[in-house]
């Protein structure tokens, strides 16, 4: 902290030496003789006043937010509009100087202060650009010593911009890039921060060739997002890397919020069956930035990712609670999460111990609680119903009644596609959660102040979770089939592990913000993606055997053994009774109006399920959920339905 005053009190002491400097230039430059030396003359008494009055100017348009080793044209753009408002200061001036009882003459004239003008934009710009040019100049001098991986990079002209910058400045390590291939015709034959564009994605194996007899064989690969797109064939891309046993990595992240472009091995997950859905960063960067933020489950494959979303959007302190000890040394240790500002800390904890989650949450005082922990496996649950009931039910409630007592301004429940007519325990004890939180809601809308708001989320398959079905088809694939598929008709709605989490804080940002102060008839409680049109399971497990290098049903087998206890053959976003609520401002999310009982019922219907728990009576606790969950008498009779899936 000392540091960055120290660094910020150089970059006032420069900016305002370089103010004086032009004023007097200015002089030399204009006047000769006698008007020269009347003006220096009167220099003493009219500069100080006006290096403060500079100095107030450079601070109101942020000219030292920025460090000068990211100078960038919106920080010229900044140094213009001040020296533009410092050179109509001084033709103002001129003409309060001209008056008879002053100096009678114009002190500064139009050519001068157009002179100063410039002069000012010189010094305050030209010195930033040479620091950051000297500076580029030592990292691509470093990196290009430290680089030992020829790489081809593989996108569209702005991502590989990012990307070389960040090689450029050594926070991506030990790449060399040979060449770039973009999916635009465009940019072939330019030259992209020096780097050439040698072709496209059907020209790679041509481009490997060519640099291999130049003596440069490329090692390694690099996907940006624009090569990942549905347009850009990545499929194929993948494919034509494998035949020439070239390892090719995707870029995880451009550099949102605090992290810095970053490079991960390429998964099915990468590539959904869709475009991804967009998410407004500067929403979420504006909504979190220094808050305090608790996640439950926090060392799953969903709350670890929260985490880390949260991190990189600003949050000044996240605490994470896990019930599992490698879990939470997991994500603690990771090193994005180690390398971070905010202050991460983490409890172990069980959400089931109303006591201790009570406590926990109280002395941290968070601003949010996003709520993740959850048992989420269909089979497990079925089985072991009373487990799903402890978690998902009595731990959602300890987990929101805590967030409520600690005066949070709001809880972001997960629960799933699978909560909507419900065939299963996982889809009726999260549908019952949603209940709950709803009612709680509505008694806090009832408070004075800024009262806690509860609201839901809704998942469908997330890729690359801990529960997705993409682990279980790898480990198929690589044992050599067959890969299991329950039916040839079975459809999910899929999502990303990063659209699911950003989800959830962009639910969280409209609960508190616009949600917050609408009428009743328009307050949004259940938050779901857009998920496009839902996957036939059949087709994803063809398409990742194909990406492993094998044909489906000759190489490998895919065998159809049934639906499971509590599966259905497609996924419901919203029950029928929902009212639908527009999002405005808001692309990709859809959201409803809650739909609940009473607190009185819900409270009975509480002590009903704890006494069933108690007494080990299934029937008893179902009694209550066909009760209280509209629909789940009659899917439960049916657990598996050929409906039509509903469109998103």
């Known amino acids: 902290m000392q540091q960055r005053h120290y660094k910020t009190a150089v970059m006032v002491a420069h900016d305002l030496a370089a103010t004086a400097a032009a004023v007097v230039l200015t002089f030399l430059f204009r006047f000769q003789g006698g008007m020269l030396d009347e003006r220096l003359h009167a220099l003493p008494l009219l500069l100080p006043p006006f290096l403060v009055f500079a100095g107030l100017v450079y601070g109101r348009f942020r000219l030292y937010r920025t460090k000068w080793r990211f100078a960038s044209l919106q920080d010229l753009a900044g140094i213009v509009r001040a020296a533009s408002v410092l050179a109509l200061a001084l033709l103002v001036t001129n003409w309060v100087l001209v008056s008879a009882d002053l100096y009678g003459f114009y002190f500064f004239g139009k050519i001068a202060i157009l002179l100063y003008w410039v002069l000012q934009i010189f010094f305050l710009g030209g010195a930033r650009l040479a620091f950051r040019y000297l500076k580029d100049t030592r990292s691509r001098q470093s990196s290009a010593r430290a680089a030992t991986v020829p790489t081809l990079l593989l996108g569209r002209g702005a991502d590989i911009d990012v990307l070389i910058r960040a090689i450029e400045a050594g926070s991506v390590k030990k790449l060399a890039p040979r060449g770039i291939l973009s999916p635009r015709a465009d940019e072939r034959g330019q030259f992209m921060r020096g780097v050439p564009v040698l072709g496209g994605f059907p020209d790679l194996e041509r481009v490997v060739a060519e640099l291999a007899s130049r003596g440069e064989p490329v090692r390694r690969l690099v996907a940006t997002p624009s090569a990942l797109v549905p347009e850009a064939s990545p499929d194929d891309l993948i494919a034509r890397a494998r035949r020439l046993g070239l390892p090719l990595a995707r870029v995880a992240s451009l550099g949102e919020g605090a992290q810095g472009p970053e490079l991960a091995p390429l998964e099915i997950e990468d590539l959904l069956l869709r475009p991804t859905v967009p998410i407004d960063r500067a929403r979420l960067e504006a ?362």
């Not at 909507?420 to 889809?427: K, T, W, Y």
């Open 287 to 648: 909504f979190l930035t220094g808050r305090r933020v608790v996640v439950t489950g926090g060392g799953g494959s969903i709350g670890s990712e929260i985490c880390l979303r949260a991190v990189a959007f600003g949050a000044a302190a996240v605490l994470v609670l896990d019930a599992s000890e490698p879990a939470l040394h997991g994500i603690l240790t990771h090193p994005a999460i180690l390398a971070a500002e905010a202050e991460v800390t983490g409890v172990l904890a069980d959400i089931r111990d109303r006591a201790r989650t009570h406590q926990v949450i109280a002395e941290f005082r968070p601003d949010y609680v996003l709520h993740a922990a959850a048992l989420k496996q269909v089979p497990y649950l079925e089985r072991d119903w009373q487990e799903g009931i402890k978690t998902n039910v009595f731990g959602s409630i300890n987990v929101a009644e805590a967030a409520v007592a600690a005066s949070a301004r709001a809880l972001v429940m997960i629960s799933t596609d699978k909560a909507i007519e419900p065939v299963s325990q996982l889809g009726v004890t999260k549908r019952f959660a949603e209940m709950v939180a709803q009612a709680l809601d509505a008694e806090q809308s009832a408070r004075p102040g800024h009262p806690t708001r509860l609201i839901a989320v809704r998942f469908g398959n997330v890729l690359g979770s801990a529960g997705s079905v993409v682990p279980v088809f790898k480990a198929q694939i690589a044992r050599g089939g067959p890969v299991t598929v329950t039916d040839p008709e079975m459809v999910r709605y899929f999502m990303t592990v990063r659209e699911a989490c950003d989800l959830v804080l962009t639910a969280a940002s409209h609960a508190d913000g616009e949600a917050r102060t609408a009428p009743d008839s328009e307050r949004a409680a259940v938050y779901v993606l857009k998920m496009g049109q839902p996957v036939r399971i059949a087709d994803l497990a063809e398409r990742m055997i194909r990406l492993a290098g094998f044909e489906p049903g000759t190489e490998i087998e895919i065998a159809f053994t049934g639906a499971r206890p509590g599966e259905r053959l497609n996924e419901i976003l919203f029950a029928r009774e929902e009212p639908r609520v527009a999002l405005a401002g808001i692309d990709g999310v859809m959201a409803a109006r809650p739909i609940f009982a009473d607190r009185a019922r819900l409270d009975a219907w509480v002590a009903e399920l704890r006494a069933a728990v108690a007494a080990d009576d299934r029937a008893a606790a179902e009694a209550v959920f066909e009760a209280a969950v509209p629909h789940f008498r009659e899917r439960h009779a049916r657990p598996v339905e050929r409906a039509a899936p509903a469109a998103a």
